[in-house]
């Protein structure tokens, strides 16, 4: 029973919070067939490129500021009656450009629903932009040079999602350049399709305080030994790691073993109906898969706000 316990989740991408009946909804609204996408309120894919396919295709019948308002309105309050109290959004203007909406709208329509669910529940919001590999590194950096300009205080991060398969991290370290010289909070996709490997290149490259996914470092002792060293933050997403097959089961997943060895981890749900997960399951796993304490659990959403993208004044307020 984690009902009881506050919460913060600091990796969920927007669209892949989408609920499958407000999805369903919209389709009919704009007389879409996503029948190939979608079928008997279950998103339809089988690997991770697959996956993708599906997220963007999903992505295309959210055409307008209101029901990307609508959107992240949903998946706010519902985060708000699990107990939890603080939400990174990872947002892709890129998204908004695809339907023609541009990225503006896509950034104004998020932010309004971001502004009606405080105003009902109180729940805290930020914005991570990304960037997404499979769009091609020019894309990223346009999405870097976005986020970099917007002056807009709700986004607060960059992150680099995507195919990860594609490319080498060196390939957008532009992207980040600009991230961080705007002062953004740096996050980077890595070791979750591909390996150890990865999140080293993600280490030497980006040197982000946190890392999204990251699990596959457990592959490589010394790595685990470094992101300890450093500090660096695991957005931890086990029930994705599941459904994408990243780890056979719970009994094999590493996030007890990262926790014991000294890195701080979190625990997030990453596009929750895709994955047949939320944020709410996640915490539940924690307890019932992993074994951990209502402390433990705790530790773990401390370490979310410690490491969160936000001011110090809203820091110290969710603490
Ligand atoms: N992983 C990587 N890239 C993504 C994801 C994800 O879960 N969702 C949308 N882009
Ligand atoms: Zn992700």
């Known amino acids: 029973m984690t009902s009881h316990l506050k919460k913060v ?14 999805t369903e909804a919209q389709a009919q609204k704009y007389n879409t067939d996503i029948s190939a996408y979608l079928r008997d309120g279950t998103y339809v894919w089988h690997d991770f490129a697959s996956f993708l396919e599906c997220y963007d295709k999903v992505s295309e019948v959210y055409k307008t500021d209101e029901d990307y308002a609508l ?12 107990g939890t109290i603080y939400s ?16 503006d709208a896509y950034i104004a329509g998020i932010c309004e629903g971001i502004r009606q669910a405080k105003a009902k529940s109180g729940i805290e919001a930020r914005l991570i932009v990304t960037g997404e590999r499979h769009f091609g590194p020019e894309r990223v950096i346009a ?16 992150n680099l999602a995507g195919e990860e398969r594609m490319g080498r991290v060196a390939d957008y370290a532009q992207a980040f350049d600009i991230a961080r010289d705007a002062g953004l909070g740096l996050t980077i996709h890595a070791g979750e399709v591909c390996g150890a ?5 993600a ?17 490589d002792a010394d790595l685990v030994r470094r992101l300890a060293d450093l500090g660096t ?13 990243v780890f056979p089961d719970f009994a094999s997943h590493p996030l007890r073993k990262f926790k014991e060895t000294g890195v701080r981890v979190t625990i997030s749900s990453d596009d929750p109906p895709f994955f047949h997960t939320s944020l709410k399951r ?18 773990l959403t401390r370490t979310g706000i410690e490491a969160a993208f936000v001011d110090e004044k809203t820091r110290m307020a969710l603490l």
């Open 71 to 82: 959107l992240t309105e949903t998946y706010l309050q519902e985060l708000a009656g699990i």
């Open 282 to 299: 996640e915490y539940e796993l924690a307890a019932d898969a992993f074994g951990f304490s209502d402390k433990e659990i705790n530790e």
């Open 197 to 201: 490997f990865s999140v080293s290149d």
């Open 9 to 22: 989740e600091l990796h969920c991408h927007l669209e892949g919070a989408a609920p499958p009946a407000l």
């Open 143 to 158: 999405a870097a040079k976005y986020a970099a300009k917007a002056d807009n205080p709700l986004i607060t991060g960059f």
């Open 233 to 245: 933050v695991l957005e931890v997403c086990p029930g994705s790691n599941i459904a994408l097959n």
């Open 88 to 103: 990174e959004l990872i947002v892709s203007p890129d998204h908004g450009d695809r339907i023609g909406l541009g990225a």
């Open 203 to 219: 280490l030497d490259v980006v040197r982000p305080s946190r890392i999204g996914h990251g699990v596959r470092a457990i592959e």
